[in-house]
Every structure is written in structure tokens, then in C-alpha cells.
């Protein structure tokens, strides 16, 4: 192999070899559902997976995952949206028998070092309501004709003076 060819090869393998970090795992109440959020730094394009799970009475129990399958008792319950360096896990119905360490495992596809970890323990009377402005982020598209609507409520206030 050309030495050229061969230090391109190492460089490109290095490059990808961590793709993304978990920067932040948090959980908050969205009214009766537990929201975790799962921030991260993204250094490539590459499809992202993941898998969002609980560990209690010293058994892992998969909540929601691209990963693994999702046990049956999570399934109906819980939904995951992805936003840019984002992704959430929503609980549904959320009781004091869903406390537990909960974590967020991300890989991105060619990502040679392995899975991100990180985890959280989360108890129900602990848990801080979320934030409004986060649940604005969470629906963009409300967010968004709210803003385009804005011109057009002036326009009304306008005509009626």
C-alpha cells in the first residue's frame, strides 16, 4: 500500500472514531409524563441510533431504542423525537414504579470507539417541572406559525383603527 494511501486511511478511521459525546442527560414532569433529555455533540453526518433504558431492581428494562428491542410494558408508553444535537425520550403516565436510573446510549454509524453512556437517577417527587421555552423547542412547528402569524395580527390590528 502506498504510504500516502495508508496515513489518508488512518487520518479518515481517527477522524470518525468519536463521532458524538453526550453532553447532558437531564429528566423533567411534562405535566403526567417524564421527559428525558439527552444532549449530545455531533462531529459527523452519520445516522445516529440509540436506546433509552431503566435499570431497577438490578435489571435493565429497554424503554425505547433503534438499538434492542423495547419491552412490551414500555411500548404503548413512551416515544422518542430527535432534534439537532436532541433526543428525547416522553414517558407516558409516569408513576413512583418508573423511578430508576434511566439511561441514554448513542452510536453513530462508523463510530469505532463504541456506544455513548450516560445515566440519571430519576425519583418522581424530585423531578423539576419542564421548563416552558423547552416545550416550545419540542413543538417548532407551533412555534413557528406563531411567528408567521404575528405580521398578520398586526395587519388586522391596523385595519380596525
Known amino acids: 500500500m502506498n504510504p500516502t494511501v495508508g496515513i489518508a486511511v488512518i487520518l479518515?478511521?481517527?477522524?470518525?472514531?468519536?463521532?458524538?459525546?453526550?453532553?447532558d442527560l437531564s429528566a423533567c414532569l411534562l405535566g403526567?409524563?417524564?421527559?428525558?433529555?439527552?444532549?449530545?455533540?455531533?462531529?459527523?453526518?452519520?445516522p445516529l441510533t440509540y436506546?433509552?433504558?431503566?435499570?431497577?431492581?438490578?435489571?435493565?428494562?429497554?424503554i425505547q431504542s433503534t438499538i434492542s428491542v423495547s419491552e412490551n410494558i414500555?411500548?404503548?408508553?413512551?416515544?422518542?423525537?430527535?432534534?439537532?444535537?436532541?433526543?428525547c425520550?416522553?414517558?407516558?403516565?409516569?408513576?413512583?414504579s418508573d423511578?430508576?436510573?434511566?439511561?441514554?446510549?448513542?452510536?453513530?454509524?462508523?463510530d469505532y470507539t463504541g456506544n455513548q453512556i450516560?445515566?440519571?437517577t430519576v425519583i418522581k417527587d424530585k423531578l423539576e417541572k419542564c421548563a416552558g421555552f423547552s416545550l416550545l423547542i419540542q413543538n417548532t412547528s407551533w412555534l413557528l406559525l406563531l411567528l408567521l402569524s404575528l405580521p398578520l395580527l398586526q395587519a388586522v390590528d391596523f385595519v380596525s383603527l
Not at 479518515?12 to 453532553?23: D, E, R, Y
Not at 433529555?37 to 453526518?45: I, L, V
Not at 436506546?51 to 429497554?62: P, Q
Not at 414500555?74 to 433526543?87: D, G, I, P, Q, S
Open 32 to 46: 403526567q409524563s417524564l421527559r428525558v433529555d439527552c444532549r449530545y455533540e455531533n462531529k459527523t453526518s452519520n
Open 99 to 110: 423511578e430508576g436510573v434511566y439511561m441514554c446510549e448513542l452510536k453513530a454509524t462508523n
Open 89 to 96: 425520550l416522553y414517558l407516558q403516565s409516569f408513576t413512583t
Open 51 to 62: 436506546e433509552f433504558s431503566i435499570t431497577k431492581d438490578n435489571r435493565k428494562h429497554v
Open 74 to 87: 414500555y411500548r404503548n408508553r413512551a416515544n422518542v423525537t430527535m432534534h439537532k444535537n436532541l433526543v
Open 118 to 120: 450516560k445515566n440519571i
Open 12 to 23: 479518515t478511521v481517527l477522524q470518525a472514531a468519536h463521532c458524538q459525546m453526550i453532553k
